[in-house]
T-cell receptor, first 117, second 112 residues
Framework: AQSVAQPEDQVKVAEGNPLTVKCTYSVSGNPYLFWYVQYPNRGLQFLLKYITGDNLVKGSYGFEAEFNKSQTSFHLKKPSALVSDSALYFC???????????????FGRGTQLTVWP | DAGVIQSPRHEVTEMGQEVTLRCKPISGHNSLFWYRQTMMRGLELLIYFNNNVPIDDSGMPEDRFSAKMPNASFSTLKIQPSEPRDSAVYFCSSDPFTDTQYFGPGTRLTVL
């Protein structure tokens, strides 16, 4: 079965400090991994994805994520947080083989990131 | 492109009434997904379609919920009869078969 765990419901950091939002996953076969962000009263927006290749993936707004196969993790990071980064962040996974799921994503419960000035 | 369009943006109704939520996916996208988001349960996948065909509706809570996709540019999610526990934000997303889903702005449903 496919699943995603985001162990922290909330992450709080000061502006200018680095941030990390954690994600671990379970998937049959090789994973495709994603991060989405949701601002208040909005739909989810795509941030970045790992398909194959370099384990460090760079995405929108200065975010990056590191794929670690041995630890089955895909943590989201940013070197210097901004107040405007405050939002709800979702990690998602799907098997590389689309198979019968035809692209369905399995989302975590989300992590609320708060960046204070 | 206007993105995924959902209507209405807000819906307030009374228990027992029928509710219909609408979604227009981005043109050319093959897959369409309906989600529900609540504080208690987070983001739940209700049903998804590929080329207008329902693939998996195992997330639909019960028989009161139904979804259709009569053509590539339109889908509906219907709740009949509605109950207060159906209050949530309902999202529609579409995917052009590139592994990136594009979400609509959502419909906030309140059932009194």
């Amino acid at each position: 079965a496919q699943s995603v765990a985001q162990p922290e419901d909330q992450v709080k950091v000061a502006e200018g400090n680095p941030l990390t939002v954690k994600c671990t996953y379970s998937v049959s076969g090789n994973p495709y991994l994603f991060w989405y962000v949701q601002y208040p009263n909005r739909g989810l927006q795509f941030l970045l994805k790992y398909i194959t290749g370099d384990n460090l993936v760079k995405g929108s707004y200065g975010f990056e994520a590191e794929f670690n196969k041995s630890q089955t993790s895909f943590h989201l990071k940013k070197p210097s947080a901004l107040v405007s980064d405050s939002a709800l962040y979702f990690c998602a996974v799907r098997p590389a083989d689309r198979g019968s799921t035809l692209g369905r994503l399995y989302f975590g419960r989300g992590t609320q990131l708060t960046v204070w000035p | 492109d206007a993105g995924v369009i959902q209507s209405p943006r807000h819906e307030v109704t009374e228990m027992g009434q029928e509710v219909t939520l609408r979604c227009k996916p981005i043109s050319g996208h093959n897959s369409l997904f309906w989600y529900r988001q609540t504080m208690m349960r987070g983001l739940e996948l209700l049903i998804y379609f590929n080329n207008n065909v329902p693939i998996d509706d195992s997330g639909m809570p019960e028989d009161r919920f139904s979804a259709k996709m009569p053509n590539a540019s339109f889908s509906t999610l219907k709740i009949q009869p509605s109950e207060p526990r159906d209050s949530a934000v309902y999202f529609c997303s579409s995917d052009p078969f590139t592994d990136t889903q594009y979400f609509g702005p959502g419909t906030r449903l309140t059932v009194l």
